[in-house]
């Protein structure tokens, strides 16, 4: 087996496609995000990225049928722009491999005439968020007046760690490549799959897009992690008892 | 040294063998049911797999001699169906690893004539098993129907991390080359070797490739392993006093 | 992407440079003291090397542009020597990376006409420094004396543990090319960013060099420093009472 | 920088070499048995072995002068056989490390007409030893009636790991290219560098390469030991006291 093989499932033919990718990170929140898409406007698969970089591993479906862990790339007609999603189960293990798997991922990109990419992902506050708020960081300066427009927000040097894994490569390798690529972070404690801070993201990239989404669906998810962070709350502040019954005791 | 290197040892025709697999993996269930079939049917040693990626060791037999780390590959002539039958004492130290040598292991099962795949293994559940339940996973839907006449059981999207390591990539890998292929994963506790789930995965295999084991040698490692697994019981419950005791005390 | 990629940004003439290395180590003496050359200098990017052995990270700056972690190399004009200045945030991942990266560096090196090296960095004493010695070490006996005159110590197989990472291969593949390369090495705690460690190895590289150099900025990151270990100090020893209180309570 | 380099310093004839191999390893006894035979009978470096598969070090020498870490063969004649003798201060950083290395050291050993190969290592045996048996593991089981003669102890499936490193591989990669290679392994705590454990495996290779050495220079460094076991035993005893006092206190 190669490094990198890539199958080629679909051609279509895009309409000057932008990225968008979705792998696991902090909070899941690229993830989600990418996930969504696919499910609202029903993506068609165009290509699949297997590599040695990822665990050797199969996942097995619904049905029992077990496919190599890869990449996947789907096409997606939205009413506004033409999207190319880019999701998948792992990141690579190695620093190595994530340079050659991002390299891939852009060379794909390319082939199907993309000049433009945003990358999805979280960034970890430590703490339960109340307001979502989406981070940018961009290839070029000349790209943040248009995010600021959309509510992204810039802060010097943040974050203080950097972009690690894939998303971060789409911004220094696109870069390097003449992609106009922007990293789209939003805030999420980092404990917690988060589909409101998935949300938040997806709802900065509508306005960039000019498309518009559901979130039916995931706003039943973020309400059963809202129960999970209900009952999280609780056990931090022990039990409470209602105003109505200490006056009831009095 | 190449990254593998395969020594022919002999090359015996074998009508239409199918691949077993049986490398360590959780409860040894997969590496204690392949080496039963080589004890019982007197297999003959085929091909010698060594590779950089297994560990820089020697293993020392009875004599005092020391043989390089490797697979092996042994002809299995049963009743029924030829078997080409793969163990061995280590998996690859890195995901690379993994993939090449899976890689390796199919071009000797090719070279064979095998076009069907079998890969044994364990899955675990956390707790003592009373039921040994056998999960599949197949590289096609349409070998569904035959593994469940076996009692095979498909649960979807089980096992939920999925299938790890060399049975995983036999499934994936060999998938893309057009091996049929399953994974059959004995249910075992995770905790111990367990030779009563190395029993249930070799029961299946007689049931589908149509021949006949004998059970006494490994019978024998079940109720040593029975022993530990009564000693464990002991000490989680405590010491427990006969009812007839009671009687008597009172 | 190749494992390295060199971006020649700018190839001025430079009268046989010196290579001056601070990458991130023990205290961050050596990244310290190269950056203060850069800010006291206006050092003018020549090289930045990327490289599959860095962590696939961007570094977001002031404005929210990210840039692809890299070493950077800059031309310094100081009143006495030239300088080639070798920064950056990061060190290789696997000891394979540190040779291929450190070769590269060489290169680099080599091709603006370097002969003479030095690798700055700290050695670890496990306490708190009075006085900062800088010890040394060369790949020619013969740089002893010139060394030992600008008040660097040699201490018989010292560091213990060898010196790792760039700086000691400067020496080990710098040596075997025939750069004559020594590591100044400034004595820190190891527990702490030590801009007082990287003043003395500058006073070292000043009086080996000739050229003169302004230290308020690192004063000012030593006096925060200085804020630090005197909290730690009030820890270790407990609250103090001031006599004249205790004679106030008599 | 190639993978692996080696600087040929000098090429005497040998008689019929015999490669030692004494890396780090178990209670340093390979190396210590294989540096005191270069300090007794004034060694010849004839080769270094650099690669990327060692760590990114170089160590100081008693002037300040860094070498760039590496394994070193060392053309020993004594009254008997000629040796080639191989030592160093670090094993490889990955399996694939390893088989390279191995591989180049039996390169190495056949340029200088070298068949037969002893491995010297210890195996630990968790307690403090009395008595300083030697164990063996041969290429061939022919080898093993001579090695008994020396008073080695061949025992079944021991040592039960295998054994790990170069060492392993000295039989492992050896073994498949020809060369007669035996496994010397002192008995050792495994808990603290073993000059005894050495001298045991000394006086094993004496016997069988019919040469005499000198075991001064050991004995101290064993002594210095041996007052490190009696600090450890008294530690675990607790305070004893004498016969003579107990009498006295009656």
Same mark, same amino acid.
């Given at each position: 087996?190669?490094?990198?093989?890539?199958?080629?499932?679909?051609?279509?033919?895009?309409?000057?496609?932008? /990225? %968008? $990718?979705?792998?696991?990170?902090? =909070?899941? *929140?690229?993830?989600?995000?990418?996930?969504?898409? !696919? &499910? +609202?406007? @029903?993506?068609?698969?165009?290509?699949?990225?297997?590599?040695?970089?990822?665990?050797?591993?199969?996942?097995?479906?619904?049905?029992?049928?077990?496919?190599?862990?890869?990449?996947?790339?789907?096409?997606?007609?939205?009413?506004?722009?033409?999207?190319?999603?880019?999701?998948?189960?792992?990141?690579?293990?190695?620093?190595?491999?994530?340079?050659?798997?991002?390299?891939?991922?852009?060379?794909?990109?390319?082939?199907?005439?993309?000049?433009?990419?945003?990358?999805?992902?979280?960034?970890?506050?430590?703490? /339960? %968020? $109340?307001?979502?708020?989406?981070? =940018?960081? *961009?290839?070029?300066?000349?790209?943040?007046?248009? !995010? &600021? +427009?959309? @509510?992204?927000?810039?802060?010097?040097?943040?974050?203080?760690?950097?972009?690690?894994?894939?998303?971060?490569?789409?911004?220094?390798?696109?870069?390097?490549?003449?992609?106009?690529?922007?990293?789209?972070?939003?805030?999420?404690?980092?404990?917690?799959?988060?589909?409101?801070?998935?949300?938040?993201?997806?709802?900065?990239?509508?306005?960039?897009?000019?498309?518009?989404?559901?979130?039916?669906?995931?706003?039943?998810?973020?309400?059963?992690?809202?129960?999970?962070?209900?009952?999280?709350?609780?056990?931090?502040?022990?039990?409470?008892?209602?105003?109505?019954?200490?006056?009831?005791?009095?």
């Amino acid at each position: 087996m190669n490094d990198i093989e890539i199958d080629e499932v679909a051609t279509p033919t895009l309409s000057e496609p932008v /990225l %968008i $990718e979705g792998l696991p990170g902090v =909070g899941h *929140v690229g993830k989600l995000a990418a996930e969504h898409l !696919l &499910e +609202e406007f @029903d993506g068609e698969l165009v290509r699949r990225v297997h590599s040695t970089a990822f665990p050797p591993q199969v996942n097995v479906d619904g049905d029992g049928v077990g496919e190599l862990t890869c990449a996947e790339f789907h096409a997606v007609e939205t009413d506004g722009t033409d999207l190319l999603v880019l999701t998948g189960d792992h990141q690579a293990g190695t620093n190595e491999g994530h340079y050659r798997l991002t390299s891939a991922f852009l060379d794909v990109a390319e082939e199907f005439g993309a000049t433009r990419a945003f990358a999805l992902g979280g960034v970890p506050t430590g703490e /339960l %968020i $109340e307001e979502y708020t989406v981070l =940018g960081a *961009v290839t070029d300066a000349t790209l943040i007046e248009e !995010l &600021e +427009e959309a @509510d992204v927000e810039f802060r010097p040097d943040e974050p203080a760690g950097g972009i690690v894994g894939v998303s971060g490569l789409i911004l220094g390798l696109g870069g390097r490549r003449g992609f106009e690529a922007a990293c789209l972070m939003g805030e999420t404690s980092g404990y917690l799959v988060d589909p409101k801070s998935a949300r938040a993201v997806l709802e900065t990239l509508e306005s960039l897009l000019d498309f518009e989404v559901d979130y039916a669906s995931l706003e039943d998810r973020a309400e059963e992690m809202e129960e999970v962070i209900g009952k999280i709350r609780e056990m931090q502040e022990g039990p409470s008892v209602p105003d109505d019954e200490l006056r009831y005791i009095g």
